[in-house]
């Protein structure tokens, strides 16, 4: 691993209380807002932000012992796969300085996989938290839809994303998993549930006897040294008693499509409020209204997000949105539908988490559509709704990193956990 600089900004160490995560550094996503540091969602726009309270996961990471020791960087507005789209620029991969760490949550990380921090919060909305641990060779966790808090996370796409954790190891994964999951009052999503055994309890647990479904359209567009390497992943799980076998499920077909629609209408919303008036930067600009917000919005985002306000406004406007916001959330539930069918007769689906090795530094950025494109396998999850994990493969340290992703029921991430410490490099 080569020396790197610094993927998050640093922030003024205070003393761990006793807990959990006592000992345990942790990088922050710079879209989870904590008191009194500087949380930007990697724009122009809010780069002068303190939030006055900190988000929930944030109190509770802090009350488990954990230091924060920075805010890590990320795509703006979490709207990427590269962590290129940040107004700070880019984070390196930490493996080769020439390629990207993936994105959105790629602060984070790479700075668990450079060893600059032992933890990292991320954020997943179509696959931020698992395809940087994906390009970084690190453990990433996209937690089940209602399972944690979003109470202090700067919405992006509020239906989708959920906050989760990046690791070295399953463990420690499921350590922090442990702590920042619960019901919370102020995010009315977050689901209630009777306490459940704790998640690092499944580390190391026997699978022998699981299923394991491989859709064919989620292996289909992947790259042959990925493919490879998945199915070296897929007969260690067969060596280990899994069974292993192939599923269909056309309606992933229409994912990478409808989760763009819902994500860039969600977003166009969600991103309204930012005028200079109400939230974010202001241009100094004198004279009428629509002119100042204009110039507000001109100077704050960059050209990632006016491409989503844009489009996004396009799918909601009137005489437009049945074609495309209603037909994409049509899609959504055919989607959830069928992976709850597939659940009832596997316990599991495996599949690479990204199609493709991380990409080479500005080489995604010539074409959008194609980076739109990789985030075939991660979409599906946040459109169902669904927990998956992305495990480093056995071939990561020969090929450069691969993540092998499991997906389980809404709720079942302790499954995940029990596979992912199973196929995990030792
Ligand atoms: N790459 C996806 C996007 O750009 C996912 C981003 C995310 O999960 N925040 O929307």
């Known amino acids: 691993m080569t020396d790197i600089n610094s993927f998050i900004?640093?922030?003024?160490?205070?003393?761990?209380?006793?807990?959990?995560?006592?000992?345990?550094?942790i990088a922050v996503k710079d879209n989870i807002s904590t008191k009194g540091i500087h949380t930007t969602c990697g724009s122009a726009m809010l780069k002068d932000y303190?939030?006055?309270?900190?988000?929930?996961?944030?109190?509770?990471?802090?009350?488990?012992?954990a230091t924060i020791i920075g805010k890590a960087n990320m795509d703006e507005f979490g709207m990427g796969t590269t962590t290129e789209t940040s107004y700070f620029g880019p984070t390196l991969n930490p493996h080769d300085n020439s390629r990207v760490a993936g994105g959105s949550s790629g602060g984070s990380a790479a700075s668990v996989a450079s060893g600059e921090a032992m933890l990292g919060l991320g954020t997943d909305t179509g696959g931020s938290?698992?395809?940087?641990?994906?390009?970084?060779?690190?453990?990433?966790?996209?937690?089940t839809y209602g399972l944690v808090s979003r109470y202090g996370l700067i919405a992006y796409a509020n239906s989708l994303e959920q906050i989760g954790p990046i690791a070295k190891t399953v463990e420690d994964a499921a350590t922090l998993l442990d702590v920042i999951v619960g019901h919370d009052v102020k995010d009315s999503t977050s689901v209630e549930r009777k306490s459940c055994d704790k998640y690092t309890d499944f580390?190391?647990?026997?699978?022998?006897?699981?299923?394991?479904?491989?859709?064919v359209e989620l292996i289909e567009g992947a790259d042959e040294i990925v493919l490879e390497s998945f199915k070296t992943a897929m007969d260690r799980m067969e060596q280990k008693g899994c069974m292993v076998r192939e599923i269909t499920l056309p309606s992933l077909e229409k994912a990478v499509a409808a989760y763009y629609i819902i994500a860039m209408s969600e977003a166009s919303?969600?991103?309204?409020?930012?005028?200079g008036v109400r939230y974010g930067i202001s241009s100094g600009f004198e004279g009428d209204w629509n002119r100042m917000f204009s110039v507000s919005r001109e100077n704050g985002f960059g050209s990632e997000v006016k491409r989503r306000i844009l489009l996004g406004t396009y799918a909601l406007s009137a005489g437009y949105q049945d074609r495309y916001y209603t037909k994409a959330q049509r899609a959504k539930a055919w989607i959830r539908k069928e992976f709850e069918?597939?659940?009832?007769?596997?316990?599991?689906?495996?599949?690479?988490?990204?199609?493709?090795?991380?990409?080479?530094l500005g080489e995604g950025h010539k074409d959008p559509?194609?980076?739109y494109l990789a985030d075939a396998n991660t979409v599906p999850v946040n459109l169902a709704g669904l927990p998956a994990i992305s495990i480093p493969s056995e071939s990561s340290?020969?090929?450069?990193?691969?993540?092998?992703?499991?997906v389980g029921p809404r709720f079942q991430e302790q499954k995940l956990i029990q596979l992912g410490s199973s196929v995990e490099i030792e």
């Open 9 to 25: 900004t640093k922030v003024e160490l205070e003393e761990g209380v006793e807990g959990p995560l006592a000992g345990f550094t």
């Open 50 to 65: 303190i939030p006055p309270y900190d988000a929930t996961v944030v109190e509770k990471i802090k009350a488990a012992g």
């Open 129 to 143: 938290i698992r395809c940087p641990a994906a390009f970084c060779g690190v453990v990433g966790i996209k937690p």
């Open 203 to 215: 580390v190391g647990e026997k699978v022998d006897g699981m299923a394991i479904g491989v859709p």
């Open 269 to 275: 919303s969600n991103l309204a409020r930012y005028d």
């Open 341 to 360: 069918n597939a659940f009832s007769q596997v316990d599991a689906i495996a599949s690479p988490t990204m199609p493709v090795l991380p990409f080479k």
């Open 369 to 371: 559509l194609k980076l």
């Open 397 to 406: 340290k020969k090929d450069g990193p691969i993540g092998i992703q499991f």
